[in-house]
């Protein structure tokens, strides 16, 4: 069979299966394990062949994968698949704690395989108008994943979701729309995919591709999370669960960034990247600064993460502003080691809430005694979102500042590294408060969560780790395939 055809079907068909298992915790648990190896299985097994340079495709070209879809298609089988595993143990807590019953735990982990099946179809669609509404599926599979307690700030915070994202993404319809329009007959082939749109965009007016990009930005930027749209983010991650946050701004943030990417690629071939690099600057440039000043007076710590994604989308924005083949190269790393690192400080949050029962970080304290391996992945992932070096972060944010310099922008360089010097400020400050500073809250369970409970934690933090300090010659192979893909010009 197929390997695009088990993409499109297996998550589907698992996310419906487990609808249909009887009410048993364990069953449920152990059953979740497998079907999410399995998934992340045959994702991998698509990325590899890409790797080996075969060209993937069906249904006469609508659905495909390349280079820079596989980049992606990985994130969602290596974080997707160590978030699941670790959801199985915060699901535990939460019935233990009376939070959810049986049957919602159930809901959850049917709808973490539908939320993983439309994040896939996302990255495979060459067809643009079957690309949004994938984007736009992501948002329903999702926001009950986000409400899953019922609760009157889950259920607001789902609602504020959806509704904003599904306006924002309006602007990226209205982008399809006027992408196909101004395409429509100007060359041989179906207007609609992407591979003809990339190809050809040279014949399509300049005008109208300008415009076209400004929509997609305001659309895929919204479901993104880049400033001034981003509103719902801090709101959907403070209220949902810890390893819906997770997927959330691990994964689900980079789908709507490759949207906007391909979008950036398709403009830029047809009217040269100035255009696009500008209007990129600004918002990237935007999106860091609302974000830096948010950081600082934040004291929640799933809201403090919350920015910290809009903060790292306003680096990937200021990555391809920067442009050039290595900017280009930078800005697609860090989607990765982005969501590494928000996957590990997300599902962090989940140990720390349950070890202090609250997630003020100014009643913690004392963390490095109390929970010592806890206390390091959070340490970890606090490194890496400020961008220490040998952690996966810093590579993406060096390579940023290089591609500045060899570019002449020096004027960039400093406004990237006042933006980048305010959130190492803000996140150490916090960061020192929690693991060594008095306890003030009431610690409800004042040890360490068990080793196995830790260990998709510890992949994470290895993985962070592992992309600060070394080369993997397959996905940097995707990157600079992405990259040349990109730059056609």
């Known amino acids: 069979m197929d390997i695009l055809l088990l993409i499109l079907t297996v998550p589907f068909a698992f996310g419906v299966f487990m609808f249909l298992m009887p009410l048993h915790f364990k069953f449920l648990q152990k059953l979740h394990i497998v079907l999410s190896v399995i998934v992340s299985v045959i994702l991998l097994n698509a990325v590899g062949k890409v790797v080996h340079g075969e060209e993937l495709s069906m249904f006469h070209n609508y659905i495909f994968l390349d280079s820079l879809g596989a980049i992606f298609l990985s994130l969602i089988a290596i974080t997707g698949l160590l978030v699941n595993i670790y959801a199985t143990t915060y699901m535990k807590w939460e019935l233990e704690d009376g939070h959810v019953n049986l049957k919602e735990v159930k809901n959850y982990f049917a709808l973490s395989f539908i939320f993983t099946w439309t994040m896939s179809l996302s990255v495979l ?14 948002t329903l599979a999702s926001v009950f994943l986000v409400a899953i307690k019922k609760d009157k700030k889950s259920t607001e915070s789902g609602y504020k979701y959806i509704v904003l994202c599904s306006i924002g993404l309006a602007f990226a319809l209205y982008a399809t729309i006027l992408l196909f329009s101004a395409a429509n007959g100007k060359f041989d082939g179906e207007a609609m995919l992407y591979t003809n749109l990339i190809a050809n965009a040279e014949s399509i007016d300049g005008m109208a591709l300008k415009l076209v990009f400004v929509f997609a930005l305001i659309g895929f930027g919204t479901k993104a999370g880049l400033a001034p749209t981003h509103t719902w983010l801090p709101d959907v991650h403070a209220e949902g669960p810890a390893p819906t946050s997770a997927l959330l701004s691990g994964v689900l943030l980079k789908c709507a960034m490759l949207g906007l990417v391909r979008y950036y690629a398709i403009v830029a071939n047809g009217v040269g990247f100035d255009f696009v690099q500008d209007v990129m600057i ?53 989607c990765a080691a982005h969501s590494f690192t928000k996957a590990l400080a997300f599902c962090s949050t989940g140990n720390i809430a349950r070890i202090y029962g609250t997630k003020d970080m100014t009643k913690m304290g004392s963390m490095i005694r109390i929970a010592p391996i806890t206390a390091v992945l959070f340490g970890i992932a606090i490194c890496s979102l400020v961008g220490v070096p040998g952690f996966a972060i810093f590579v993406s944010e060096f390579l940023i500042f290089k591609a500045a310099a060899i570019g002449g922008q020096y004027l960039l360089m400093g406004i990237f590294a006042v933006a980048l010097a305010i959130i190492f400020i803000a996140d150490f400050s916090h960061f020192f408060l929690a693991s060594f500073g008095k306890v003030e809250g009431e610690v409800v369970h004042n040890s360490e969560m068990k080793l196995s409970e830790n260990l998709p934690l510890i992949a994470l933090a290895i993985l962070i780790v592992a992309f600060g300090i070394w080369q993997f010659d397959s996905f940097t192979l995707l990157l600079d395939e992405s990259v040349k893909s990109i730059m056609k010009k």
């Not at 067809?127 to 992501?138: L, P, Y």
Request: glycine content about 10%; overall charge positive.
């Open 125 to 138: 669609c060459n067809n643009i108008a079957f690309m949004w509404a994938a984007i736009e599926a992501t």
């Open 282 to 334: 600004v918002s990237g440039t935007l999106t860091l600064f609302i974000s830096a000043f948010f950081l600082i007076r934040q004291h929640n710590v799933k809201r403090m993460f919350a920015y910290h994604s809009v903060a790292h989308m306003g680096v990937i924005a200021f990555g391809l502003g920067v442009g050039g083949a290595i900017g280009l190269f930078a800005a697609l790393f860090h």
